[in-house]
């Protein structure tokens, strides 16, 4: 029997996966570029993931209990992406900003078109 992934885990697997092959892309350029944009992207998984683990943790029919939940994990979200951001830019004086945030932008890019990835090709 296959074992069948949510869509959140597929999320997440495609957004490591497009942070790492822009990595790998990148090394020709340098290997503070590759390192940068590979931040970058872990600087979008990283509260994705932590949304994900808030959000799946526990199921509730109260709808105010929901959406108390949602609203405070994302705040989580925005606060842990702001801090992760802050702490690289002020402790990383050879980060490249321009790829590092290529790397959070293709992570998030990767996001946003990986439900419409999965649906076309799991149509049958």
């Known amino acids: 029997m296959a074992n069948k ?3 959140v885990s597929r999320i997440l697997i495609a957004q ?3 942070s790492c092959l822009l990595a790998i892309c990148l090394l020709y350029q340098g290997k503070l570029i590759a390192l940068s944009a590979l931040l970058g992207g872990f600087i979008c998984v990283i509260p994705n993931s932590y949304l994900a683990y ?4 526990r199921r509730t029919a109260d709808a105010n ?3 108390n939940t949602m609203y405070t ?4 979200k925005i606060i842990i992406t702001f801090a992760l951001f802050a702490g690289i ?4 004086e050879w980060i490249q900003p321009v790829a590092l945030l290529a ?7 990767t ?3 990986t439900p419409v990835a999965v649906s076309v090709l799991t149509k049958k």
Do not use: I, P, Y
């Not at 994990?73 to 989580?76: C, F, I, P, S, T």
């Not at 830019?89 to 990383?92: L, P």
């Not at 790397?103 to 890019?109: D, E, K």
């Open 65 to 67: 209990q929901l959406k």
């Open 103 to 109: 790397g959070f932008g293709l992570a998030q890019l």
């Open 54 to 57: 808030k959000l799946t943790g």
């Open 111 to 113: 996001h946003w078109l």
């Open 73 to 76: 994990a994302e705040m989580g």
């Open 16 to 18: 490591v996966f497009m």
């Open 89 to 92: 830019f002020a402790t990383q």
């Open 5 to 7: 992934l949510s869509l």
